[in-house]
């Protein structure tokens, strides 16, 4: 494993093939950040499709972006050529690939960039200049590390440090523009404000039970004398209006109605937020807003939310972690998070943390 001396010294110009999953896009962030202290002149762009370029805007590891509309401008052969061009006009010295798709490898290859370093897979190796042989989950353990491990795997870093948090960060126009628009809604008072994302766009396996988020609802809004707030892409507003219809008190549902940095802006006022095993949940960790997080299907020590203010709550059985989207059997890892659980988790995480009603400075 070549450590010494590190490859690409005279790097200029940086290609990175950002992942296409909101979560994902947030734990490659401390790979990102690696790589501009190790490039700290060099330019560096990203190539996002536009449902996560909006978390990338205004970091310092990004100089900008080129984002990759595969359902418009980029839509088939045609489209996928005119970016292909666009690449080769840049004369990238190198890219980086978090993306495993053979389709990233083949679009860096026609791009005519000269050093192409990417994870073996998918049939891509031949497109690679440096394929690198993915670690077992077992020699990073959470998938933060794992894009970690390619930089370092490639010679391209030296050996990465733990990562204590992720950290995104807000405008003073986004924070200005959250305010308003809680006063909006008439939640920018005293009260406690609890947000909550029930969904989980990977599939129903990630998703605890909307009856159950609206029993808990209302037991917090109850116990800390709360306002909540859900969450949700468009395609989830049906799931928000549920959990609304099933609680005893009125919530605020904006599900559909923000864009991602109108959400992390909304997100960020929140005195704490309980959640799926989801996009959203990487970024209310990311933001530093206290969580607690229920997971299913999928391991929470290989794609937990990073950070202290963090409480995982799961029931554990035999089938789980499995990962799939869908349970062939009766979602038993799910429902064996009972609602008194959540409750005494999140009251637990206000106390250890002191959580006031006083938006922190």
């Not at 002149?41 to 536009?50: D, G, M, N, Q």
Request: hydrophobic share 45%; with cysteine; charged share 20%.
């Amino acid at each position: 494993m070549m450590t010494t001396p590190l490859r690409g010294a005279d790097w200029q110009r940086i290609m990175v093939r950002a992942t296409n999953w909101v979560g994902d896009a947030v734990m490659s962030l401390p790979a990102l950040e690696a790589l501009r202290a190790r490039y700290p002149r060099a330019e560096i762009v990203l190539v996002s499709k536009p449902w996560v370029s909006e978390i990338y805007w205004h970091h310092p590891a990004v100089n900008r972006q080129i984002i990759y509309k595969p359902n418009s401008e980029h839509r088939g052969p045609r489209g996928f050529w005119r970016l292909v061009k666009e690449l080769q006009a840049e004369r990238f010295d190198a890219a980086l690939l978090f993306q495993n798709a053979f389709h990233a490898a083949w679009m860096a290859r026609l791009a005519r960039i000269p050093s192409r370093i990417g994870y073996a897979g998918d049939g891509r190796s031949f497109l690679l200049d440096e394929a690198i042989e993915p670690p077992s989950p077992s020699a990073y353990g959470h998938q933060a590390y794992y894009y970690l491990q390619l930089l370092f795997r490639a010679g391209v870093i030296d050996k990465p440090r733990p990562i204590a948090e992720i950290q995104l960060r807000l405008t003073e126009a986004e924070k200005q523009w959250a305010a308003k628009k809680l006063d909006g809604l008439g939640l920018n008072g005293p009260r406690f404000l609890i947000g909550l994302t029930p969904g989980a766009s990977f599939g129903p396996a990630k998703r605890w039970m909307p009856e159950r988020f609206a029993a808990l609802a209302d037991r917090l809004i109850g116990a800390l004398n709360a306002d909540v707030l859900i969450f949700g892409s468009p395609a989830e507003r049906p799931l928000a209006e549920e959990i609304a219809r099933a609680m005893e008190h009125t919530p605020a549902v904006v599900a559909g109605e923000t864009s991602l940095r109108e959400l992390l802006a909304l997100m960020a006022e929140c005195r704490l937020i309980v959640t799926n095993d989801s996009g959203p949940m990487h970024l209310a960790a990311a933001l530093g807003v206290p969580l607690v997080a229920i997971f299913g299907s999928t391991d929470e020590r290989a794609t937990g939310p990073v950070g202290a203010r963090v409480r995982i709550v799961k029931h554990h059985v035999a089938c789980s972690p499995c990962g799939l989207r869908q349970c062939p059997i009766d979602f038993r890892c799910l429902r064996g998070v009972a609602v008194e659980e959540v409750f005494r988790a999140t009251l637990e995480l206000v106390k250890q943390w002191n959580i006031t009603h006083e938006h922190p400075a």
